[in-house]
């Protein structure tokens, strides 16, 4: 059964100047899934995000959100989307629950007993009647993030939602981003460079370099072994002999090595004639470790390795 849509996106371009900041981008996001932005600082995203939200104008494109057109029904289409934009900003000399309150003025049907909640949801309920200025960075992004959920949006757009919050902190949120988005059917969309951070939050993610869209690909398929096999390390005690072993009888060439280590790309069925090979010429196995292939093996290989620094 196909998903439904909460987001569609078509052309969507930025031009400033002689600069095109976002090159016309067309993307899908379904309901219920947490879906990336992934790219280095400066790729286009938090400038994408901005169009999506109306916080700056579009050179060209359309966004729909749940059907409707933003440029048309802006009001409309706003109403079911939460969102931080880079750091959220607060009143300082309020406390949270006062901005909170604020926030929920604005907004229709907002009840009190919604911001207990929403305080609670995100990890803040002991600290937030304090105010605001003893807040750490970490507190004041989960405020960010109860903000943006305190209208039930059906969409919630988060940008670089871990900067500023600890380990255990990032896995909470990513916990909780998960069952948002499973349980309750929200349409999760988050920004990072942290290709670690998501690998383990995002069901699929878009590759954004230099404005332009490289590639949508569900995580699983990313991270999972290319089709000519998987690459292995074999610690042995001779990795010279070892590597003409491998390529005379078996065509395998050393994707690297070093001092005891040898890598190299293959299948599982092949590893029982590797070790007996070289065994059979005296060289000795130690290991043979499968090595995983990772976001960041396939976000480098999809953008040639330039952009390493990420």
Partial sequence: MKKQNSVQIRNLTKVIGERRIVDNISIDIQKGEVFGLLGPNGAGKTTTIRMIVGLISKTNGTVHI???DSDKEFQKAMKNIGAIVENPEMYKYLTGYENLLHYARMGEDIKLERIEEVAKLVGLDERIHDKVRT???GMRQRLGL???LLRKPT??????PTNGLDPAGIRELRSYLR????????SVIVSSHLLSEMELMCDRVAIIQKGRLMDVRLVSEMITA????????????NVEVAKKILNINLELQALSYDANRINV?????????????????GVKVYTVTPKNH????????????GISHV
């Fill in 265 to 281: 790309q293959t299948t599982k069925e092949t590893i029982p004639d590797i070790i007996s090979y070289l065994i059979s010429a």
């Fill in 66 to 68: 749940n059907g409707v």
């Fill in 294 to 305: 990772t976001l960041e093996d396939a976000f480098l290989t999809m953008t040639e390795g």
């Fill in 155 to 160: 969409v919630l757009i988060l940008d670089e």
């Fill in 135 to 137: 807040y750490s960075l």
């Fill in 146 to 148: 109860a903000q943006a």
């Fill in 226 to 237: 290319p089709s000519e096999g998987t690459i292995f390390e074999i610690e042995v005690d």
């Fill in 179 to 186: 069952k948002l988005a499973k349980e309750e059917g929200v």
